[in-house]
């Protein structure tokens, strides 16, 4: 089983539709859970930091954590084409992050 | 914004030569790291330097690979004789005073090697 799983897509939407993206992840160890936003060969740039379970929203970003579950998700609302990029999440436990494949996101105006 | 930088931006060598991929993060952090992520796969930990030591590394990070920080700004990864699967986007990141604050990562070096 993979440490953090995260389907790739691609996923289009129409714009000002409510982007969902989730991961799941198996090692109970992770404490900190993020969300980076990735353009086409560029650095992740952080979009979410989260250390426990429940929603934490920023704007039109809102990512929930399920520790229970060992699932996390962010929601993009009224998404624009400049959210197109891809999303990955990250998890960590001590020094290091562990990071889904990531999901690429195209809105379409 | 404070920013972490990364020289070059693409580095072309051959099979079995050395290269160094420069990174300068963020003036105030003390955690470092690098991270590699091979096209169409996901980023993959490399290593984490603290007070002048390694902290952690991967599998992946085997003898071939070294880092240093040379000068007090520089932190610089070091592969020793490349090979064809080396051929990825290397980022470093920073993080500041404790090893849970957030990671802020460089635009990436692209390596290729031929």
């Known amino acids: 089983q993979k440490e953090v799983e995260q389907d790739p897509g691609p996923l289009s939407v129409p714009e000002g539709a409510i982007v969902s993206l989730n991961c799941t992840y198996s090692?109970?160890?992770?404490?900190?859970f993020m969300w980076y936003r990735q353009y086409s060969r560029k650095g992740p740039e952080l979009l979410m930091y989260?250390?426990?379970?429940g929603n934490k929203e920023d704007g039109r970003f809102t990512a929930q954590v399920d520790k229970s579950s060992k699932y996390i998700s962010l929601f993009i609302r009224d998404s624009q084409p400049s959210d197109s990029a891809t999303y990955l999440c990250a998890m960590r436990s001590d020094y290091k992050l562990s990071f889904g494949a990531g999901t690429t996101v195209t809105v379409r105006a | 914004e404070p920013e972490v930088t990364q020289t070059p931006s693409h580095q072309v060598t051959q099979m079995g030569q050395e290269v160094i991929l420069r990174c300068v993060p963020i003036?105030?952090?003390?955690?470092f790291y690098w991270y590699r992520q091979i096209l169409g796969q996901k980023v993959e930990f490399l290593v984490s330097f603290y007070n002048n030591e390694i902290s952690e590394k991967s599998e992946i990070f085997d003898d071939q690979f070294s880092v240093e920080r040379p000068d007090g700004s520089n932190f610089t990864l070091k592969i020793r004789s490349t090979k064809l699967e080396d051929s990825a986007m290397y980022f470093c990141?920073?993080?500041?005073?404790?090893?849970?604050?957030?990671?802020?990562f460089g635009p990436g070096t692209r390596l290729t090697v031929l």
């Open positions: 090692n109970s160890a992770f404490q900190y």
């Open positions: 990141a920073s993080s500041a005073g404790q090893p849970t604050d957030t990671q802020y």
């Open positions: 003036s105030n952090h003390l955690y």
């Open positions: 989260t250390y426990s379970s």
